[in-house]
């Protein structure tokens, strides 16, 4: 079950952070279009930055890419120091990034211990897309998931395999 869990939890966050990943390149270059080309890596990310933070349209977008979900408590894009420049929650933007487990971590975690996370609310969970070169991702997208609201996903699965379970001790 927690195998389900962790398929489960990687299908959504590739798909939420896809989204966010088309709908931040779009937003990016639309709002390019009125600067001057940067003429050094550093400058980009100045500029970038200068454009995800404050933005009330990118906000709106990312708020309703949330509204989407069940299971996403909050949408992140990062600086490479983790500061949140733009979040579908505004409290977050120009904040240090809380320390979130990212799927990939939890991923190693036994089913056993997945389970237990799961169904005691434990942490909160995040899929993590770095965007820029591998090696040194410029921004990051964070999708943030709530073992709480998985927990309410997963439940009527949960009861019917124990159901089953019990069935075939009989």
């Known amino acids: 079950t927690g195998e389900v ?5 990687s299908n959504v966050s590739k798909e939420n952070g896809l989204n966010v990943q088309t709908v931040l390149v779009q937003h990016l270059e639309f709002e390019a279009a009125s600067l001057p ?5 550093e400058e980009a990310q100045q500029q970038w930055t200068g454009m995800l933070e404050q933005n009330d349209r990118l906000q709106g977008l990312l708020k309703d890419m949330l509204a989407a979900s069940r299971t996403v408590v909050e949408i992140q894009i990062t600086d490479e120091k983790g500061r949140v420049l733009a979040s579908s929650d505004p ?6 990034a809380s320390r979130v487990i ?6 190693g975690a036994t089913p056993w211990r997945q389970l237990a996370d799961v169904f005691r609310g434990r942490e909160d969970l995040a899929a993590v897309l ?8 410029l921004l990051t997208i964070r999708v943030v998931f ?19 379970f019990s069935l075939s001790l009989l």
């Not at 080309?37 to 890596?41: G, H, K, N, S, V």
């Not at 770095?130 to 991702?137: A, D, F, I, K, Q």
């Not at 709530?146 to 089953?164: D, Q």
């Open 37 to 41: 080309p940067a003429l050094t890596p």
């Open 102 to 107: 990212s799927l990939r971590e939890w991923g």
């Open 91 to 96: 409290a977050s933007a120009g904040r240090q």
């Open 130 to 137: 770095p965007l820029g070169s591998e090696n040194e991702p």
């Open 5 to 9: 869990a962790l398929a489960w939890y």
């Open 146 to 164: 709530s073992t709480v609201l998985l927990r309410n996903t997963l439940r009527p699965l949960v009861e019917r395999l124990a159901g089953a």
